[in-house]
């Protein structure tokens, strides 16, 4: 039931954010599927389109009234290259959307959020007054409270830092998706960093090298040499691994899309994207 509610609640958001205004989007900014944050799994979507930010929910009371809201992300591509963001808040009781939607911004990526004494508050990643449009680096603390007549007005947003390798540490990370590919639910690929070093395990060994800020600095990374154990696995899994050693060893950059790690390879004329999850982190 949950599951219906809130792609109900997406067929909603689309009809009302295609009613809003401008709410603020910038005029001709957009952004390559590729290189947004919600794109990690709908890089051949077709255009115009909507979906849900997977992997992230914020439960909480915003208007105190002693009753939890929902919190969803929603990405938004109205056609050309625009890919916006933004947040709607449903109302569980009600079963429909709870106020104005909440334009979040173009080529946004949420890293995560909280809802405390009734504020609705998520960290992100945008475009910072010094970044290419494509390559956001600035990390913020954004905020909403509802005013007097039931609409969420923007507080004073908090910047945190610039975004870095080191942002990719402190978690053990699970590989998901390969290229749009959900992986088998044997499947245990891991990554964690440390320091400007990497390890994990692979689909049969164990890996490790480097990770380092690539030219630029930012989302730009560097990977490798990589080395590994030399365990003999069956077949698919030794195929496996190669594949996923040759990808990563060619990620030239990385991003978040809710709670999830995006790293992004290009080798000669190809390229496509890993997904990882926190294999233990903060729920939802």
């Known amino acids: 039931m949950k599951r219906h ?47 849900l930010i997977d992997n992230f929910r914020l439960h909480g009371d915003l208007n105190g009234d002693g009753t939890e809201e929902l919190v969803i992300a929603v990405w938004h591509a109205p056609g050309g290259s625009g890919m916006f963001i933004y947040l709607m808040v ?8 709870f ?10 990526q949420i890293r995560g ?19 290419p449009a494509c390559c956001p680096t600035q990390k913020a603390t954004r905020s909403w409270r509802l005013d007097d007549k039931g609409r969420f007005v923007e507080q004073p947003m908090t910047v945190t830092g610039s975004l870095s390798p080191e942002d990719i540490g402190g978690v053990r990370w699970r590989l998901s998706k390969m290229n749009g590919e959900p992986l088998d639910e044997d499947s245990d690929i891991t990554l964690e960093y440390d320091d400007g070093k ?50 990563l060893g060619s990620a030239t950059r990385f991003g978040f899309n809710g709670r999830r790690l995006v790293l992004y390879w290009n080798r000669e004329d ?8 926190p294999s233990a982190g903060k729920g939802e």
């Open 99 to 108: 106020g104005q939607p909440i334009f979040v911004g173009d080529r946004v």
């Open 198 to 247: 990497i390890r994990g395990q692979a689909s049969c060994n164990s890996y490790f090298g480097e990770m380092k800020p690539g030219e630029g600095g930012g989302q730009a990374i560097t990977i490798g040499p990589l080395g590994s154990t030399r365990k003999a696995c069956p077949e698919d899994a030794m195929k496996l691994e190669a594949d996923y050693l040759q990808q």
């Open 113 to 131: 959020g909280e809802i405390l004494n009734n504020q609705l508050s998520i960290d992100v990643i945008q475009t910072g007054p010094n970044d």
């Open 90 to 97: 449903l109302d569980t009781n009600d079963k429909g959307i």
């Open 270 to 277: 190809t390229g496509g994207v890993l997904v990882f999850l």
């Open 5 to 51: 509610f809130i792609a109900f609640a997406c067929l909603l958001a689309l009809v009302q954010i295609s009613l809003t205004p401008a709410a603020g989007r910038p005029a001709g900014k957009g952004v390559e599927p590729e290189s947004s944050p919600a794109a990690a799994d709908t890089i051949q979507a077709p255009r115009p389109d909507i979906g």
